[in-house]
């Protein structure tokens, strides 16, 4: 269920690298969880990010959460499709569903994040099933 | 460490958890938050019907010859004008004119009376009428005793209409019968917290899976859903329902909530009464008023509210409508300063985003 060329978070997100730029989203497990997605708060292009600092959040209709940059860098896209349709992160979370995009300033930072057969294993740990 | 209370269940609790429920602690109970999803259930109490399971709600019934006495002595509201069968919104007040709890008073008889009150409120309620019968009343604390459903929506009534002999379209609003629902005695009560036509029903819990699934299929045709505390709470927002620990609490007044409605100072003696007389004369100093977030935001539960740069109050109940496709709240202000139109700031993540005070309830239904 989770794709093979995508690197997660702890924090659930992911990042699918091409080059030396990253799209990064939220996980699956993360929009079931906060349920129906109804904001999406991003940090501007040209914005510098750091690796496990906040850089935005997603509001659902009960509960605020913030977004971890999985990478640091600098935004060179992001999604404008989410300000008006925000769920596309329910409906597409590893696909339609991306945040942003980052040029890696750190790209070894990738070695560090999760395989999807670990991410999904630490998943599974994380909500006892 | 101490550990932890284990959290109280309703008698739907296993099914709940077999039909997938995404579950949630509020106050003390593990209760459905969402089912399908608060976006799509809401819709569904608004365009159609959805069954709410809120037996952690609590009971106190008060009988006896004085009953009438001490309930009208306990409550803001106008007892003596009840007929047996009629309902009212009420509040249970501190002598210093703040919320113990706001309840729904039954009458069903003149010496009895059926308080429906807050899951998490219902011992400190109870203690506070028990200490105030100095009369020859009980008062019981019974929610052990009932299963509270609430069946919401257009096509409540056409739902629930297939599980009863009773003519639900006679019960006027804010009345409600002793009757039966799919062969069980219930009371039912035309009363809700979702802005929608519907009822509340009340019933002994050893028949509650059977009931809520009779029900689930009576409203089949109609489109009705299971629902969570999740689209309760987005449904009593757009209604302008005051939520205990949001818009009213122990230092917070009916007069400050917007809740004068529910005071009727000209009755008698009743708990808070000369407080809130004092505060009439002397003029609240802050009111709950609806808002809408003009800028890009969502102002939320507990964010700070500022006027002209300046803190000057705090957001009781925030978030988004999806009804009206706006985000909205309710938030308390200077009274000066709350009335419609008035341009405010919510601090959202240390920015101040415009918003502006608008009427409530933000939806009303056209039927």
Known sequence: MYPQDLHYTKQHEWVRLSDDVGVVGITDYAQQELGDIVYVDLPRVGAKVEQGKAMGSVESVKAVSDIYCPVSGEVIEINDALATAPEKLNESPHGDGWLVKIRLSVPAEIQGLLSAADYEKYVAEETGH | MTPLAPLKT?????VHRRMGAKM????????PLQYSGILDEH???????GLFDVSHMGEIEIRGVDATALTDYVTTNAVQKLQPGQAQYSG???????FVDDVLVHKIAHDHYFLCVNASNQEKDFEHIATANKLQSSVELTSDRYTQFAIQGPRALASLQKLTPADLAAIRYYHFIDGSIAGVPARIA?????????????FAPEHSERVWSDILNAGQEFGIKPCGLGARNTLRLEAGMALYGHEIHS?????????GWIVKLDKGEFIGRSALVRQKEQGITRKLVGFEMTGRGIGRDDYEVFLDGIPAGWVSSGGPSPTLNKNIGMC????DRAKLGQRIQ???RNQAVDAVTVAVPFYKRAY
């Not at chain 2, 230092?251 to 809740?259: D, K, S």
């Open chain 2, 190 to 202: 035309r009363t809700g917290y979702t802005g929608e036509d519907g009822f509340e029903i009340y």
């Open chain 2, 92 to 98: 249970l007040l501190y002598e210093h004119g703040g």
């Open chain 2, 43 to 49: 819709r569904a109490v608004r365009s159609a019907a």
């Open chain 2, 10 to 14: 309703t008698a739907l609790h296993a």
């Open chain 2, 332 to 335: 308390y202000l200077p009274s």
């Open chain 2, 346 to 348: 919510i601090v959202i």
């Open chain 2, 251 to 259: 230092t917070i007044t009916p007069f400050e909530a917007a809740l």
């Open chain 2, 24 to 31: 949630v602690d509020f106050g003390g109970w593990d209760m």
